[in-house]
C-alpha cells in the first residue's frame, strides 16, 4: 500500500488517479490525523507528504515515521510546494528518500515513486519451488539448471516472485517493468508471460492468470 | 532545463517578487503617515500580528503568495498531462476536465484578489472619493448575490437609512461584497445575513451580519491576515481565496474606516465598518 498525505482536495484526487492508472493500491489522506489512525506499517510500501499540512505539519510526520522503529524503513517522498534548495536540503536532512516540488510533472513523479519502490526491495535469494532467482546477480535457475532470459523477463519474474500469493495488476507490470503509465499496452505483458512461461518449463505452471486483473505468482515454500 | 520549468520558475520567481513588491510598499505607504491597515485591525483586535517583526511577515507572505499559486497549477498541469499523454481513462475526460476549469477558476480569483490588494498597497486606488450612499451600494450588493445566497440557501436582507460617505465607491462595494460573500458562504441553509446602515454616535455605520457557524475565539484576532483561513478545506470548496478580509481591512483603511468583528462560535457573525464623521481621504 502507498499512502498519501497531502491537504489539497484536487491534488490528492490528481496523485490517487496517477497511481491507480500505473497499477498501483494507494490511499489517501488529508491531514496527519487520519493518515497515523489508518496506516498498517507491515503494509506499507512507501509514503508521500506534503508539508504544509493543517495541524501537524509533514516534517513532523516523517519524523514521528523516522523516530519509531516500526516505521523507521517505510521509504518517504516529501511532495511540496516548498521548492528552494533549503527546504529540500531540510526535508532530505530529516530522513526524507526523496524530495519532489510542485508542481511537478506526472511522469517524473511516478517514475521517482518506481525508482523508491525498487531501491527498497531486499537483495535475497528468492525461491518458489524449484525456482531460485538471485537479484543481485541477475540470475535464474530450475532445478540448478540455469536459464537464460531477457532483461524484462528477468524483471517480470522478480516482481512476481517478491509478491507471491498477491495478484499483480497488468497496468503495474507495465509500470514497473517497461515504465509505461496507463494505456492500452497491456497485452505486451501477456506475450512476456507467455514466453517466461515457456522458458521455465514446468515451473512455468507457478505463474497463474488472475482472469481480468493480471498474474500471480504460486506461493511455496 | 527544460521549457516546463522555465516556466515554473518564472512563475514562483513572479510571486516572490510580487510579494516582496505588495510588502515594501505597504512598509513605505505606512511609515510616513502611521495610517496603516494594521494598525486600525489592531486597534479593534487585540495583539494583532502587526507586532510581529515585518521582514518575517513580508518573507512568510511571498511564500504564501508562491503556494498558493503553485497548488492550483498542479493539478491544473497533472491533468493536462494525463490527459496529453493517455493516461486518462476516455470517460473521465469530462470529469477531469471540469477539474481543471475549476482550478483555473481558483486561480483567476486568487490572482484577481492578489492585483486588488496591491493597489490598495501601493495606494494606487481610489483616488477620486466622492458621494457614496452605503445603503444604495450595499442594496446593489444584495442583488447581485442574490443567486448565490439562493444556491446557499441563505436570505440576505438590507435595512437602515441613507448615509452618505466620502469615498471610492469601488472600495466600498468589495468591501460589503466580501463581507456579505462570507456571511453567505459560512452559514446554514435556512440562515439569515443583515446588511445595516445607519449611523452611531454621528458616524456612519455599516453592519452584516449572520447567524451562521460563527468563529471560534482563538481564530479572531487572525481572520484579518492575508491567506489565513480557519477551516481551509470548507474555504476551497466555497471558491475562498483566503484574502477577502484582507482586502476589507485595507478598504477600510482607506477609508479611515474601523473594522470590528464579534462572533459567538454556532450562532454567528457580526461584522461592522465605522467610517469617520467625514469618511474619504
Redesign the interface.
Known sequence: MIYVVE?????R??VA??MD?AGYEAETF?TARSFFAAMNPSAARLVILDI?L?GEDGLTVLSRLRSAPETAQIPVIIMS???TERDKVHGLDLGADDYIA??????EFLARVRAQLRRHEPKALLTSGRLRLHPAGRKVEVGGQEISLTAKEFELLEYLMRRAGVAVRREELLGVVWGY???EETRTVDVHIRSLRSKLGASGNAIETVRGVGYRMEKQL | MKRGQIKYSVLSAAAAVFGTVLWSRRQRRQAPSGDSGDAEAAAVLPAAASREEPEKMRREFSANVSHELKTPITSISGYAEMMMTGMVKRDDVPKLSEKIYNESQRLIALIDDIIRLSRLDEGSVGNHAAEVNLLAASRRVADRLEHKAESFRVCVTVSGEDVMILGDEQLVDEMIANLCDNAIKYNRPGGRVCIWVGRRGGAPYLTVSDDGIGIEPEHMERIFERFYRIDKSRSRETGGTGLGLSIVKHSAAWHKATVKAESTPGKGTRISVIFDGKGGE
Do not use: H, R, T, V
Not at chain 1, 491537504?7 to 491534488?11: A, P
Not at chain 1, 510542485?102 to 511522469?107: L, N, V
Open positions: 491537504d489539497d482536495k484536487s491534488i484526487e490528481l488517479y496517477a492508472s488529508g504544509m493543517p510546494a516548498l521548492g510542485k508542481p511537478f510533472g506526472i511522469k503509465s496507463g494505456g
